[in-house]
Every structure is written in structure tokens, then in C-alpha cells.
């Protein structure tokens, strides 16, 4: 974590490689998008790379740009694009938070990989839809048949559909009086004398 850390310290970093990481950003007027042109990741952050004693480092652009201006961060802190721009270096754009930030940004921009995005979905929009106007119109189906009725293995999936803990892009949560009901909890064995 050290190592991490130490990466993304300007302090620590030479005159002439801080020159030229901000020389790849572009920047403009204040309320604007400020775009990085230099390498990037798969996700399109930007990225700084550097040799260094026969090794390579890289650093992403976003983080890089908030250690500059507001210091550095610990390694469980995420930077995240509030303009939904992956490739902004703009100081205003960014917020500097756990995972979930990222996550609740990634959702709003349209970004993220849930519902139907995500690569191993069985289901489409429609048929998820589908399966909660079913559970509605007959409360007495199971998710047992419901799961076999759309293919599905997982009868955990299709309850938790039903709660609305899976598959939020859809139509809300069905009603609490049409869920599956939960499962009992085991209670603890009490230590009593007899």
C-alpha cells in the first residue's frame, strides 16, 4: 500500500516528470471538460506511464490530478468523474470518495454494467418486467416455477428480483405484500441450565 501511496505523491516525483504529466492535459475554461491526451485505459481514464530503474509505473491522470491540488490519497479512496467524462482532468469534475461514489456516478452517467448491460444477464428488461407481473397477477407462484418458467437455475435470483435487490432497472420492487417471503433466521442456542 506503501508503494501506491508514495506513486501518487507529487512530492515525491521529479520537476521534469510533473512537467511533462501535466503537459498531456489540456486545459480550458473553468466549467469545462479538461481533456487528457496522452495514453488510457480500457475504461478511457487517463494514464501517465514512466521507466524508472528498469521498471514501468503508471499512474491514472484523475487520481494523479486531485493529489496535485488537494494531496494525496489513501489506496481505498476512489476518484471519480462528476461530468461522467472518463478522460477529464478538470479538478471542479472530480470527487474524491469510497467505491460506492464511483458506483452511484457510474449508474447516473449511464456507465455502469447492471441489468442488461451486464455481460452474464439471463434476462432482458421486458421479461424481468414480465416476471414480476406474474408474482403480482398469481401471489401463489413460487420462484421455483417462475425460475423454470424463464430458464433461470437460481431460484435466490429470482427472489431477489422480486425484493428488488436484483435487477434495479426495471420497474420498482413489487409490493411487500406480493415478495417471497423471507427466510427465518436461525436462533442462536441459548446457554440455559435445566
Given amino acids: 500500500m506503501r508503494a501506491l501511496a508514495s506513486l501518487y ?6 520537476g521534469d516528470r510533473l ?15 479538461w481533456p487528457w491526451h496522452g495514453s488510457r485505459s480500457r ?14 509505473f503508471s499512474v491514472y491522470a484523475p487520481r494523479m490530478v486531485w493529489a ?11 476518484v471519480a468523474h462528476r461530468c461522467g467524462n472518463a478522460g477529464c482532468c478538470n479538478l471542479e469534475h472530480l470527487v474524491a470518495g469510497p467505491p460506492v461514489v464511483r458506483a ?42 417462475l425460475a423454470a418458467r424463464f430458464g433461470l437455475r437460481s431460484v435466490a435470483w429470482v427472489n431477489s428480483i422480486l425484493r428488488g435487490a436484483g435487477w434495479r432497472d ?7 405484500a406480493a415478495r417471497p417471503p423471507a427466510r427465518k433466521q436461525r436462533q442462536a ?6
Avoid at 9 to 14: A, E, I, K, Q, S
Avoid at 68 to 78: D, F, K
Avoid at 170 to 176: E, G, Q, R, V
Fill in 9 to 14: 505523491d507529487p512530492r515525491r516525483w521529479p
Fill in 19 to 33: 512537467a511533462r504529466f501535466l503537459a498531456f492535459i489540456e486545459a480550458g475554461q473553468p466549467g469545462r471538460c
Fill in 43 to 56: 475504461r478511457g481514464l487517463g494514464r501517465y506511464r514512466w521507466r524508472e530503474g528498469g521498471r514501468t
Fill in 68 to 78: 496535485i491540488h488537494r494531496g494525496p490519497l489513501s489506496p481505498e479512496i476512489e
Fill in 104 to 145: 452511484r456516478l457510474l449508474v447516473q452517467h449511464g456507465r455502469s454494467i447492471a441489468g442488461s448491460r451486464h455481460p452474464g444477464a439471463k434476462l432482458t428488461p421486458a421479461q424481468v418486467d414480465e416476471l414480476r407481473r406474474l408474482k403480482r397477477e398469481q401471489p401463489g407462484l413460487t420462484g421455483r416455477e
Fill in 170 to 176: 426495471p420497474a420498482a420492487a413489487l409490493p411487500p
Fill in 189 to 194: 442456542p441459548t446457554n440455559r441450565r435445566r
